[in-house]
């Protein structure tokens, strides 16, 4: 039945058409008796993702929130906000606080520890608490104009194929998958479903602090690229994301599959055969390399010093690389050696379980 007083574009049965084509789309439809847990942080669009699953998801649904404890008490109000409406929808609510100033790592800028933490206590929560009831899948609330944000952000950082994704619309993370449903709708849009409905949501205050990169992007960068170059550009960013996205499965592949014409062993260093290495191309090379960095959960390494290692492995001579701290690649006679350092903590900690 199309709702009589909300605008046509709006209504349920455009909005549960999207999502059905979307959860089609992803995988995550039909339920397959896979709970729906929710990463709701009170904002209009975890607001709106909400509302979506409650009104056309037929299966479990969870709700978690993570209170980072940067704002004091406004984060407060945020997570009584969520837990109330979740509440108010008979669904079950977890919430979680996290210090992020006290826990950020060295050289972690706070946005990143904010992230990084949010996403371990969504998994935390997730295998030590929902999934006693039911086997999950995650769900995210980023939209189009995130995507847009991302890939812009990116290809300014200084990107190749895979940061011009941007967002991905799945992704698995310590065993779970994750989804982002909201990527085909614009910022606006979900929060005009809310207001034609009445629904409430809250705005987080650091989201206008132009200091924070993503927001001097969205504020001031990207409105100052719609007026001056094209009124529909975060639409093409956005749109060219999804194409690169499309190019780095293919990519993705590829390089495993070149990853494994090369590969020794695993166990227990990841050992390349450096003769098989050395008759690839520049490019070729860049991609096995960037392969194993995934592969060993590696930080991935810029494209300078990428092409400064594959140099290294096409030359005759021996080298020692410093991939990072805990990690060296160095070659030995005919092979190519990841090897992890044993830190002084790890050892420690073994001489003191013994």
């Known amino acids: 039945m199309i709702d009589k007083e909300i605008p046509f574009e709006l209504s349920d049965y455009v909005l549960e058409k999207y999502f ?12 397959n008796n896979k709970a729906a847990v929710l990463a709701v942080s009170g904002g209009g669009d975890s607001i709106a993702l909400l509302w979506l699953f409650k009104k056309f998801y037929n ?13 004091e008490d406004e984060a407060d109000f945020d997570e009584r906000f969520v837990a109330d409406f979740a509440k108010s929808l008979g669904l079950t609510f977890f919430s979680r606080k996290i210090d992020v100033p006290s826990m950020a790592l060295k050289g972690e800028s706070l946005e990143a520890a904010a992230r990084r933490l949010r996403i371990e206590s969504i998994c935390e929560a997730t ?5 006693k009831f039911s086997p999950c899948n995650i769900f995210l609330g980023h939209n189009r104009d995130d995507l847009a944000e991302t890939v812009l952000f990116n290809i300014l950082r200084g990107t190749g194929i895979r940061g011009s ?3 991905t619309e799945s992704t698995e993370y310590n065993g779970l998958n994750f989804y982002r449903p909201l990527l085909g709708l614009r910022r606006g849009f979900l929060r005009d479903i809310l207001h034609v409905r009445n629904i409430q949501w809250r705005e987080d ?4 602090d132009v200091k924070y990169t993503r ?5 001031k960068l990207l409105p100052l690229i719609e007026r001056k170059i094209n009124s529909s550009a975060i639409e093409h960013i956005a749109a060219f994301g999804e194409e690169m996205r499309k190019i780095r499965t293919r990519e993705d592949e590829r390089s495993r599959e070149l990853l494994e014409m090369c590969r020794e062993s695993t166990v227990p260093n990841l050992v390349l055969n450096r003769q098989i290495l050395r ?3 520049d490019e070729k090379r860049a991609l096995i390399i960037r392969e194993a960095g995934r592969m060993l959960e590696l930080k991935t390494l810029s494209r300078k010093r990428c092409s400064e290692l594959s140099n290294l492995i096409y030359k005759p001579s021996g080298f020692i690389f410093q991939w990072c701290r805990d990690m060296t690649v160095k070659s030995e006679k005919n092979k190519i050696i990841f ?7 790890s050892i420690n900690n073994n001489a003191d379980q013994k």
């Open 339 to 345: 090897e992890k350092k044993i830190s002084e903590r």
């Open 59 to 71: 299966g479990k649904i969870f709700v978690v929130h993570v209170n980072h404890c940067i704002r």
């Open 165 to 167: 994704v941007g967002i």
């Open 215 to 219: 927001n001097f992007i969205r504020i």
């Open 127 to 131: 295998k030590n608490f929902f999934e």
């Open 205 to 208: 205050s650091t989201n206008e």
């Open 279 to 281: 008759s690839f191309t």
């Open 20 to 31: 059905r084509e979307t959860g089609e789309r992803q995988g995550w439809l039909p339920e």
